[in-house]
């Protein structure tokens, strides 16, 4: 078995699509190596040594030795130098690479294979005592920190106190000699405080550092991001080892990082930053501000771009993005390095985008004949296009910015303070919304990023980690904001005009402009563009499945059309009942002890629901309109202030104590499984009655006066039994027929159910003999399959998931091989006795993109959800389908 992959020279033994088994790094190396790119020649060590490494207690096959050292004498070949070589040393870098990008998640050891004899060697070919010693002493602090878990602070600290010492501010400022002074400090310190040397022999420090790797695959902030994002811990990482080019050798020499468009808008330029006289990730660091790459885009033209600094190496650069493009055929993020002048390409991948970007780079590529519109459509994560549907700052609000940064990440969000990533999952948890102010973040950040609603940093550029990270996740992020000073012991940070922010106070951010303000500024629903539009175009042509969406109102339905509905799957009439004009009546009704009470008090009602109806029907123009009757425990109605029984007591004519007694005989132990639901359409039938009046009446209305074509669908929940549906249908059909007869026109209706019990799911073959249609409430079909309450599930269910006994909240994305499979056999038991059926499903599932692919995959008619992840559910049918 082959466990080494070799690249260099223009050949490579791995190609791009092994992935799985280079890691992402590695195949990509291979694969730029193949094209004719230049790339420093190495090898990958494979993912399978990883996973045999941890299966067998942290041991190497052991074949693997030999192969590493075949390899290495590759590379020295190609090189003309030897790794641990007195006089031409090789050097080398050891890099981490999964199969997903992890950014950030790993560490990389630079310059591998310095010691006290090597260092001369160095020395002696490049003619820079300097730069040597500076990369002596990167070494050591790379070597000491990710391999032998030495504090990074202390040599840190040693650095500065170096500076101090010789009285300069800069890195830059320190002299061969200082370097050559902390090489020794710094191995002194390391021994003192791990109590062994640091190690001088280039082989043990090779394989030091390739165990550090596959060491890091289970270290907490890599398994943190892995649970994040659903990456299983058995793909394992490979180990990329690689010759050294250098960044640091002088104004000739520069490292950095681009993507071959605007990440964050889409726009198609050479978008990216780069540091002269720099090494490996000085760039992403934030401790020099980088420069941008193309000059077009330096808005403020404060520092000289690489157009300018180095124009040959640009040109070079240019062309290669333009081959990557059109080789990969999408958007590239790539890391370079530059050495006296030749360029070296270090890294690709497909660069990591905002929503807004996703779209535009998708339909600009289907433009430019890149991809075709599968391919575009498959370019965007349905879950992505949420970032698109979140608020922007309100234009007209006022506003008080008190500093501005890099608009590092879209969208506008407030918040409270909070300066501990610790901190920010706390106030989540607390229902808190958060802003986590960072002077800079890094990985062991991921969890408080997470729980933010937004994150400001005071350092580090548009590719910084709190950058690149909060873009992943959709985050809104102003990075970079120099005008602010945090003080992390004070727990204050320091703005503009003098303004203090403390721990708790809230703030604005602005990731689209970098504006940071004082207190909550009103925000907007987002203006979609005109590529959206085209791509959703595109989307509908691909999907199978309908779309609706669940709306309650006159403007929820208009919203749900302009995202592109296709009907209302859900409207639920109890929310209609609160109203502070109607709640009056709808206590009335249920507190009378007769029967004539009651129609008395409905009939107050009947014109209010019955306009309700109008006003929906009106917004949909035609598109099928499912109205849920009443649902909820009567209870949820009732009066609890002491004024509202009062009163109700005089419109009544009751004593109060009369209605208190009442209130007190309605209450219910459990309400979920109580007096609820079409139970109640069984013990009042005139609630229904009057409901499917309304409906009715403001079909035949609009039938009649404004010619539109309406078949309401009435909808009946909480069946148990067939019987249940059986005589509720006969009533609602009696009222149908007589409103119908009435208004003297034709209007067709259909009667169907909620299937949200277990019972009903398992006898779906007698219910569909009544019900045309079945609209799976898959909310309460969870409770009731899981037995859980979903009110209740806060207290346990987040320990479910963060242990992986449940892989995840199954009232988020739907329990597909329980609940699934419970609305998969009341679909085929349905369609046994009706074929053709209606089926859709209205929960909170219909806009969660993996219960929308199950949806399809079981041949629902549709999915319906709320109106602002309409898009969302599309573009995940059209996934499906594809
Ligand atoms: P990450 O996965 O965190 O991006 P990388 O393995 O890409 O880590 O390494 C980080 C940086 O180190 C690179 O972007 C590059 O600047 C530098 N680097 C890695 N390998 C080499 C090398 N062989 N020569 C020069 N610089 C390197
Ligand atoms: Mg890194
Ligand atoms: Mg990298």
New binding site residues.
């Given amino acids: 078995q082959k466990f080494v992959y070799f690249f260099g020279n223009g050949q490579a033994d791995g190609r791009s699509d092994m992935k799985n088994l280079l890691g992402g790094?590695g195949a990509n190396l291979a694969e730029m190596t193949s094209i004719g790119l230049p790339v420093?020649p190495?090898f990958t060590i494979s993912t399978e040594v990883c996973t045999e490494f941890y299966k067998n207690d942290r041991k190497y096959p052991s074949s693997l030795a030999a192969e590493v050292s075949a390899n290495l004498k590759r590379v020295e070949e190609l090189m003309g130098k030897k790794f641990g070589d007195p006089v031409n040393p090789l050097l080398?870098?050891v890099?981490?690479?999964a199969r997903a990008?992890m950014?950030?998640m790993?560490?990389?050891v630079?310059n591998l294979g310095l010691n006290d004899v090597t260092v001369q060697g160095i020395i002696a070919q490049s003619g820079d005592e300097r730069f040597a010693y500076d990369a002596y002493r990167r070494f050591v602090q790379m070597y000491s920190d990710v391999v032998m878990g030495m504090e990074k602070e202390i040599l840190d600290h040693l650095l500065e106190k170096k500076k101090e010492q010789r009285g300069v501010h800069l890195d830059t400022e320190l002299t061969a000699e200082d370097w050559k002074e902390l090489v020794a400090v710094f191995k002194s310190a390391v021994k003192e405080e791990l109590g062994k040397e640091f190690p001088e022999d280039p082989e043990e420090q090779l394989w030091g550092a390739i165990g550090a790797v596959f060491g890091s695959w289970m270290n907490q902030r890599a398994i943190t991001y892995r649970r994040l994002n659903n990456i299983p811990a058995e793909w394992g990482t490979a180990v990329?080892v690689?010759?050294?080019?250098?960044?640091n050798m002088g104004n000739d020499c520069a490292?950095g990082?681009a993507f071959t468009r605007d990440p964050s808008t889409g726009e198609n330029y050479f978008y990216g930053e780069f540091l002269v006289n720099a090494?490996?990730?000085d760039?992403v660091a934030g401790i020099r501000t980088p420069q941008p790459i193309n000059r077009v885009k330096d808005k403020d033209g404060k520092l000289p771009s690489m157009e300018e600094v180095l124009p040959e190496c640009y040109r070079q650069l240019a062309q290669i993005r333009t081959i990557l493009e059109t080789h990969y055929k999408d958007m590239q993020d790539i890391?370079f390095?530059i050495e006296k002048g030749i360029l070296?390409m270090?890294?690709t991948r497909n660069g990591k985008r905002t929503a807004p970007a996703a779209i535009k780079i998708a339909v600009d590529m289907v433009n430019e004949g890149l991809i075709d519109k599968k391919a575009a459509v498959l370019r965007v994560a349905p879950a992505q296009l949420d970032q698109l549907l979140h608020p922007s700052l309100d234009p007209k609000a006022e506003k008080k910015v008190i500093a501005k940064g890099l608009p590092a990440s879209p969208g506008a969000v407030s918040g409270e303070v909070v300066f501990t990533a610790d901190e920010a999952e706390t106030a989540a948890k607390q229902g808190h919304k958060v802003i986590l102010v960072r002077i800079e973040t890094s990985p062991e950040d991921i969890h408080g990023m997470h729980a933010a609603q937004g994150i400001l940093t005071a350092r580090g550029g548009m590719t910084s980690h709190a950058a690149v990270v909060a873009r992943g996740m959709g985050k809104c992020c102003v990075a970079g904001c120099g005008d602010i000073k945090v003080d992390y012991n004070g727990e204050t940070f320091s703005a503009r005009n003098g303004v203090t922010v403390k721990k708790g106070d809230i703030i604005t951010l602005d990731g689209s402009s970098g504006e940071v303000m004082l207190g909550a500024v009103p925000t907007v629903p987002v203006q979609l563009t005109g590529d959206f539009g085209t791509l959703m175009e595109w989307v509908d042509t691909f999907r199978t499945m309908k779309v609706r969406a669940n709306s309650d109102t006159p403007h929820d339905s208009r919203v749900a059309r302009d995202f592109g509905a296709e009907g209302i799957g859900l409207c639920r009439t109890e929310h209609m009942f609160f109203d502070a004009e109607r709640i009056a009546a709808v206590r009335e009704m249920i507190l009378s002890e007769e029967l004539e009470g009651r129609e008395r008090a409905l009939a107050k009602i009947l014109p209010m629901q019955k306009g309700d109806f109008i006003g929906i029907f009106r917004e949909m123009k035609g598109l099928p309109v499912t109205i849920r009757l009443l649902d909820p425990p009567l209870h949820e109605f009732l009066p609890q202030a002491e004024k509202d029984i009062e009163d109700l007591a005089r419109t009544m004519k009751v004593t109060v104590n009369a209605i208190k007694h009442k209130v007190e005989f309605l209450h219910e132990f459990n309400p979920m499984l109580g007096h609820r639901g079409c139970r109640l359409g069984i013990t009042f039938p005139e609630i229904y009655d009057m409901q499917v009046r309304a409906i009715m009446e403001a079909a035949c209305e609009l039938v009649k006066n404004e010619g539109f074509n309406i078949v309401p669908e009435i909808m009946i929940p909480l069946i148990a039994t067939a019987k249940e549906l059986q005589v509720l249908k006969e009533n609602a059909v009696a009222i149908c027929e007589e409103v119908i007869a009435s208004y003297g026109v034709k209007v067709e209706y259909l009667i169907g159910t909620m299937i949200e019990l277990p019972r009903a799911a398992l006898t779906a073959d007698e219910v569909a003999v009544e019900a045309q249609f079945f609209s799976f409430g898959t909310n309460d079909l969870t409770q009731t399959t899981f037995g859980l309450s979903r009110d209740d599930a806060g207290k346990f269910l987040p320990f479910y998931v963060d242990h992986g006994i449940l892989p995840e909240d199954p009232f988020v994305s739907l329990d597909q091989s329980g609940v699934g499979k419970l609305v998969k056999i009341a679909c085929e038991l349905g369609r046994s006795t009706r074929a053709g059926i209606k089926l859709g499903i209205c929960g909170e599932h219909g806009g969660d993109p993996a219960s929308v692919i199950f949806c399809h995959n079981i041949g629902l008619d549709y999915v319906s959800c709320s109106p602002f992840r309409v898009p969302i559910a599309r573009l995940a049918a059209a996934h499906a389908a594809l």
């Fill in positions: 790094k420093p190495g080398v870098s890099r981490s690479g990008s950014p950030g790993m560490d990389t630079l990329n690689q010759s050294m080019v250098f960044g490292t990082v090494q490996g990730e760039v890391e390095t070296y270090l890294q």
